[in-house]
């Protein structure tokens, strides 16, 4: 089933909405405005990059000065 996010500031639009998803078993998450329902993506976001420049500092190492890469 899909994830669902409802965003919407009219309380009886959230609660139509959500029943109407949650009865056909989709998880629903339900927010009041535009801020509140993107900041779980933009924390998720900002936790992915952390990531990938962590594994990108592990896995490499750092230019040395005055080396070509492939230039022995």
């Known amino acids: 089933m ?3 996010l ?3 500031d009219d309380p009886a639009v959230q ?3 959500r ?3 949650e009865r056909a078993g989709h998880p ?3 927010a009041g ?3 509140k329902g993107l900041a779980p ?3 998720e976001a900002l936790f992915a990059a952390v990531d990938g420049c962590l594994k990108a500092s592990q896995s490499s190492s750092p ?3 005055g080396v070509s890469p492939g230039r022995g």
Do not use: M, S, W
């Open 2 to 4: 899909a994830n669902i």
């Open 6 to 8: 409802i965003v919407d």
């Open 15 to 17: 609660i139509t909405t």
């Open 19 to 21: 029943l109407i998803f």
């Open 28 to 30: 629903v998450t339900v």
């Open 33 to 35: 405005d535009g801020h």
């Open 41 to 43: 993506f933009e924390a």
């Open 63 to 65: 230019p040395q000065p």
